[in-house]
Each structure stands twice: as C-alpha cells, then as structure tokens.
C-alpha cells in the first residue's frame, strides 16, 4: 500500500494540535490530533450540506449564504452549481493555509471553485461575523467540526450552545435556513436548535453521496418567515 505523505501542517488557534494535510496518490487527507476530519474520496455528506440547504431556498433570486469552515471545498463547490449568477457565498474559515491549500494542492478536487467570482473568503472565525451580522444572510452551512462539539478547537462550543444558535437566527434573514453537518445525531443539539426558535429537520445521508458508507446527519433548522 502507498504510505501517505504529509505535504502540510498548520496551527489552529485555541488548539494545542496541528491540522495536517496528508496526499497518498491522488487522495486527501485532514486530520488534527490523530483523527481525520475529511477525506477527497468521502465527500457526499458534505456536498449534500449545500445542495439541501440551496434547495429550501431555491425560489430566492439573489440569495446570500455564509459557509462555516472551507475543509476540501466540496460544499462550498456544491453550492455554486445549484445558485444563480447573481448569488454571494461568503466563506469563513479560520486556519489561513486551509485557504492556501485550496488555491494550490486542493484546487482541482474542486475545478478551482475558490476562483469563481461569486465567493469572498474571510480568514476569521466564522463566529465572529454571526456576531457581526443581522439579518443578511438566506443560509448559513457549518461544518467547522465533527458535529456540534468543538472538535478542531474548544472555542468553537460556542456555535452549538444557546447563544450561539440565537446570534446564527438573527443572522439569518425571514424564512432562512441553518444548515449544520454531523458525523452523528446528538437529541440535546435538536432540542436547543427548537428552544432557539427554528423549525428543525435531522436528514440522514451517506458519507459517499451513495448507498455506500456510513450515515452523517445534517440538521436542516428553518427560520419562520
């Protein structure tokens, strides 16, 4: 078997480990501390992140979404091809060689999709501009960790607690979405989402984009118009 090779490492703030980009032939790897966040061949949970979440607001003409956590690209890539020319995708990602990864080693997974000029990227915590903002954005998609426990670093709690579920809703415009990736289900996640006010979905999809692999969970959490 081919070995993997590291071609990169980055320090992620508020976390004591290294977020490490692996290549072996022509498959991608990202890990911190051991465990693998994501994977160039495994990336049909994260695509369905964008196209569910573009479907609930497919009747909108310009719609603005904010993308929490640019990994491999895919979702970011997904959403593209399901919005409209005149759409914004603001992309908030943290680690700033993750970006640099995507314009160099990553690019082509995605036919270089960083480049299309309907996306801005911001190299901030994507909490911050939740803060930030007021009823702007038609979609919010997170997938910054493993599901709603901050895995990359401990500061990232704060997108799950209450609070942060009420700065995501009033982020959002009427009838607006947040979309939220998981590798598994969590009942106290879904409880806080409908304290917060959202009508709440869990959909269960394959981590291949098939029938093969196994189940992540996105929660599908809607706005009232």
């Known amino acids: 078997m081919i070995p993997w090779e590291l071609i990169?490492?980055?320090?992620?703030?508020?976390?004591?480990?290294?977020?490490?980009?692996?290549?072996?032939?022509?498959?991608?790897?990202?890990?911190?501390?051991?465990?693998?966040?994501?994977?160039?061949?495994?990336?049909?949970?994260?695509?369905?992140?964008?196209?569910?979440?573009?479907?609930?607001?497919?009747?909108?003409?310009?719609?603005?979404i904010l993308i929490g956590g640019l990994g491999m690209g895919y979702?970011?890539?997904?959403?593209?091809?399901?919005?409209?020319?005149?759409?914004r995708v603001d992309v908030a990602e943290l680690v700033p060689q993750v970006v640099e990864w995507n314009r160099g080693p990553l690019a082509e997974l995605t036919g270089h999709a960083l480049q299309d000029k309907r996306v801005r990227v911001f190299e901030t915590d994507v909490?911050?501009?939740?803060?930030?903002?007021?009823?702007?954005?038609?979609?919010?998609?997170?997938?910054?960790?493993?599901?709603?426990t901050g895995l990359t670093r401990k500061g990232n709690d704060w997108l799950y607690s209450s609070e942060g579920i009420d700065t995501a809703f009033a982020a959002l415009l009427p009838g607006g979405v947040l979309a939220v990736w998981s590798a598994g289900a969590?009942?106290?996640?879904?409880?806080?989402?409908?304290?917060?006010?959202?009508?709440?979905?869990?959909?269960?999809?394959?981590?291949?984009?098939?029938?093969?692999?196994?189940?992540?969970?996105?929660?599908?959490?809607?706005r009232d118009s």
């Open 75 to 87: 979702t970011m890539a997904a959403a593209l091809k399901r919005l409209g020319p005149e759409s």
């Open 127 to 148: 909490g911050k501009i939740l803060l930030e903002e007021h009823q702007i954005y038609d979609a919010i998609l997170l997938d910054v960790d493993n599901g709603p």
């Open 8 to 64: 990169d490492s980055a320090l992620v703030p508020g976390n004591p480990g290294e977020l490490r980009l692996y290549r072996r032939d022509g498959e991608f790897s990202i890990r911190v501390a051991g465990v693998e966040l994501m994977n160039s061949r495994v990336h049909g949970s994260e695509e369905a992140l964008a196209e569910i979440a573009c479907a609930r607001i497919a009747h909108r003409t310009r719609p603005h």
């Open 186 to 222: 969590d009942r106290a996640f879904s409880r806080r989402l409908r304290q917060s006010g959202f009508e709440v979905d869990e959909v269960n999809v394959r981590a291949r984009g098939n029938r093969k692999g196994r189940r992540h969970t996105i929660w599908l959490a809607m």
